[in-house]
């Protein structure tokens, strides 16, 4: 999560310091078949969907895919590898489309930049929009959407 | 298979047709432990610096299987096509979570149809922790 307390005062970001436009590209991963078995025992979603490859044969997709908030849960694990930490806030709200599966195999990667900046409700606060695309192996986009995060402002 | 086994196990799903509007579903409730902490974290490869505290994105993702414990078949769900979430509480190990799911509007498509629903996660204290609405791509009840 995006929703990491700040570890010390070295390593603080406020909302000062983030700037519009400021843009990040994560690393890839590989959706696995094992990623796709732990998500459904974490979450209890057990839709043939994700869960039945004999049914999903037949289907539109061919094959089992992932969970969307599977692939929505590790695009929020990549960003946090390049974005640091303790720079964005706790999620305030996520605005999300599934454009495409994501199949076991597919390699994804997450595309983000911060496109807005405002003042939050709460004093002392600032919020701040990444705009993300998860994008495949192939270039599809399979989700996208937009993020808003509380981020404390800089003490004065 | 169309012998009385795959019947029964058909008439034990929700179709677009079945579906109700502006029927609450409540969901029985579940507790959130570091077990669920720890394997988000392994899953996401992300883990939040307070233990104790559970990433936002856990509620969301346990009430989808919330929603399978309610007194009702499952809904034939072909994809799940968006949300718009907000979060308003956050979420502590050793709290218990359920969620009200409402479907606010249906759209009849050439293939299935679309299902809004509203849904609204709530803490022991019965205080909206997270709400928002969830398009659904549901397929119609096949013809025999």
């Avoid at chain 1, 979603?45 to 490859?53: I, K, P, Q, R, S």
């Avoid at chain 2, 072909?78 to 969620?99: E, Y």
């Avoid at chain 2, 606010?104 to 928002?132: P, T």
Wanted: net charge neutral.
């Amino acid at each position: 999560m995006l929703s990491y307390r700040l570890v010390s005062g070295e390593s603080a970001t406020y909302f000062e310091d983030l700037q519009v436009g400021e843009a990040f590209v994560s690393p890839g991963r590989t959706v696995t078949e094992a990623d796709i078995v732990m998500f459904a025992g974490l979450s209890g979603d057990y839709n043939v969907l994700h869960t039945d490859a004999e049914h999903m044969k037949s289907s539109l997709f061919g094959e089992r895919i992932a969970h969307g908030l599977l692939g929505l849960s590790i695009q929020q694990g990549l960003l946090d590898r390049v974005v640091p930490g303790q720079s964005t806030g706790p999620l305030a709200s996520v605005k999300w489309k599934f454009k495409g599966p994501i199949k076991i195999g597919d390699t994804i990667h997450v595309e983000a930049r911060i496109s807005a900046k405002k003042d939050g409700a709460a004093p002392g606060h600032g919020v701040i929009t990444v705009e993300r695309r998860v994008v495949n192996q192939r270039g599809e986009v399979v989700q996208e959407g937009e993020t808003d995060h509380l981020v404390s402002r800089r003490p004065a | 298979m169309t012998g009385p086994v795959a019947r029964a196990e058909a008439e034990r799903r929700l179709y677009f047709e079945d579906v109700r509007v502006n029927v609450p579903l409540e969901t029985p409730g579940m507790t959130l432990t570091e077990a669920h902490v720890g394997l988000f974290a392994g899953i996401t490869s992300s883990r939040p610096a307070d233990s104790a505290a559970v990433p936002d994105l856990i509620p969301l993702c346990l009430s989808s299987g919330l929603g399978w414990r309610v007194p009702l078949p499952p809904l034939v769900v072909l994809a799940f096509m968006g949300f718009d979430w907000q979060f308003f509480k956050p979420t502590r190990v050793g709290d218990t979570i359920r969620s009200i799911s409402t479907t606010v509007a249906k759209r009849s498509m050439r293939e299935g149809g679309v299902v809004i629903e509203e849904r609204q996660i709530l803490n022991q204290a019965g205080e909206i922790v997270q709400s928002g609405r969830l398009t659904l791509l549901v397929a119609k009840r096949p013809t025999a």
